[in-house]
């Protein structure tokens, strides 16, 4: 089973969590926009995020929420509202979203909802000290962590130690590679509580990845879940295309690198959630066969996702995507 969740329309980039016994799906859309691709992602200039629900991934029936926020209704916007997640406290539904401001910087954003299907009404402001794209928030004892950065398009070469730099500058192949950021969200789930830390993922000797290691150290798409006690975090390597994990003991990390979830698909970006439901595990993720391999318009896809005794993932391929049947939508 690898399927097409929203046949009709062009959906990517999925944060799933589950929330009153459903599953919601957070994408980002996807539309023609007449711009040339390149990259710095200047091609995938979305205005509007939809949210989707399932109660059974087998029968693979969605329920299209309809618009829940558009650029329009932010006070901060510029352009390209990119990747978003959401997270519930206290019966509040707070979705997290990358949106370039008015100088053309990514931002991140939060706006809130009494429902998980919307809508959303966003901040006046983005959350101070933010930058950077792909929000990922997970939650563990009343904590909420907010994983997130992304190179290229992404900007997060932009910045060292929080700070933004002069020129972009990314690290000789040879040096510690760029890291993702995990940060620890306020009580009132608005602002950081704290500066944006390190994600460091290391090899099997216990050294940190190299920015030349471009089969393994991250690009984008985090993303965090835990399996059997142990944290694992997940992201595209982004120029080679895969989806790869890496395990610790504390949410901080570090990390070890373990392997690769999901081989390259069709098209030039991958990004995914991970959800456990109903006694299984799901890999969401997206490809470009749908549109003809068009990297900017890419298409929901669920599979179910599997463990080894010891905890290792089993890899997934995504020549599968070829296979994907179609989910009925209401």
Same mark, same amino acid.
Request: glycine fraction near 8%; charge should be negative.
């Given at each position: 089973?690898? !399927?097409?969740?929203?046949?009709?329309?062009?959906?990517?980039?999925?944060?799933?969590?589950?929330?009153?016994?459903?599953?919601?799906?957070?994408?980002?859309?996807? !539309?023609?926009? $007449?711009?040339?691709?390149?990259?710095?992602?200047?091609? &995938?200039?979305?205005?509007?995020?939809?949210?989707?629900?399932?109660?059974?991934?087998?029968?693979?029936?969605?329920?299209?929420?309809?618009?829940?926020?558009?650029?329009?209704?932010?006070? @901060?916007?510029? !352009?390209?509202? @990119?990747?978003?997640?959401?997270?519930?406290?206290?019966?509040?539904?707070?979705?997290?979203?990358?949106? =370039?401001?008015?100088?053309?910087? &990514?931002?991140? $954003?939060?706006?809130?909802?009494? =429902?998980?299907?919307?809508?959303?009404?966003?901040?006046?402001?983005?959350?101070?000290?933010?930058?950077?794209?792909?929000?990922?928030? &997970?939650?563990?004892?009343?904590?909420?962590? #907010?994983?997130?950065?992304?190179? @290229?398009?992404?900007?997060?070469?932009?910045? !060292?130690?929080? =700070?933004?730099? +002069?020129?972009?500058?990314?690290?000789?192949?040879?040096?510690?590679?760029?890291?993702?950021?995990?940060?620890?969200?306020?009580?009132? #789930?608005?602002?950081?509580? +704290?500066?944006?830390?390190?994600?460091?993922?290391?090899?099997?000797?216990?050294?940190?990845?190299?920015?030349?290691?471009?089969?393994?150290?991250?690009?984008?798409?985090?993303?965090?879940?835990?399996?059997?006690?142990?944290?694992?975090?997940?992201?595209?390597? $982004?120029?080679?295309?895969?989806?790869?994990?890496?395990?610790?003991?504390?949410?901080?990390?570090?990390?070890?690198?373990?392997?690769?979830?999901?081989?390259?698909?069709?098209? @030039?970006?991958?990004?995914?959630?991970?959800?456990?439901?109903?006694?299984?595990?799901?890999?969401?993720?997206?490809?470009?066969?749908?549109? $003809?391999?068009?990297?900017?318009?890419?298409?929901?896809?669920?599979?179910?996702? +599997?463990?080894?005794?010891?905890?290792?993932?089993?890899?997934? +391929?995504?020549?599968?995507?070829?296979?994907?049947?179609?989910?009925?939508?209401?």
């Amino acid at each position: 089973m690898n !399927r097409y969740l929203v046949p009709n329309d062009y959906m990517a980039d999925p944060a799933v969590h589950i929330f009153n016994g459903k599953l919601y799906i957070y994408p980002s859309h996807d !539309r023609e926009s $007449g711009i040339p691709e390149n990259d710095n992602g200047d091609h &995938f200039d979305m205005a509007d995020y939809h949210v989707f629900s399932m109660d059974n991934v087998e029968n693979g029936t969605v329920t299209d929420h309809g618009v829940v926020l558009k650029i329009a209704d932010i006070p @901060w916007a510029g !352009r390209q509202l @990119w990747d978003c997640d959401v997270a519930c406290k206290n019966g509040k539904y707070y979705l997290y979203f990358s949106l =370039k401001d008015k100088n053309d910087i &990514f931002r991140i $954003g939060v706006a809130i909802s009494d =429902k998980p299907e919307g809508l959303f009404i966003p901040q006046d402001n983005p959350i101070k000290g933010s930058y950077s794209i792909d929000p990922a928030v &997970f939650e563990e004892n009343g904590k909420y962590y #907010m994983y997130f950065g992304g190179i @290229w398009g992404g900007q997060l070469q932009r910045y !060292r130690n929080n =700070k933004a730099l +002069e020129s972009a500058f990314l690290p000789a192949d040879s040096a510690p590679s760029l890291c993702p950021k995990v940060v620890l969200l306020s009580d009132n #789930m608005l602002e950081f509580a +704290e500066e944006p830390r390190d994600v460091i993922i290391l090899d099997k000797n216990g050294k940190p990845l190299t920015q030349g290691n471009t089969g393994c150290r991250f690009f984008e798409a985090s993303w965090m879940h835990r399996y059997n006690g142990i944290y694992y975090y997940s992201y595209s390597t $982004g120029d080679t295309h895969k989806i790869c994990y890496a395990t610790s003991d504390n949410p901080y990390g570090p990390f070890t690198y373990q392997g690769v979830i999901l081989t390259p698909v069709v098209g @030039w970006t991958t990004h995914h959630s991970i959800v456990e439901y109903k006694e299984k595990w799901y890999l969401f993720h997206h490809d470009c066969v749908p549109s $003809g391999g068009k990297t900017w318009l890419r298409s929901l896809k669920v599979i179910e996702l +599997e463990y080894n005794a010891d905890g290792t993932i089993k890899t997934i +391929e995504g020549s599968d995507a070829w296979f994907g049947e179609k989910s009925d939508i209401v």
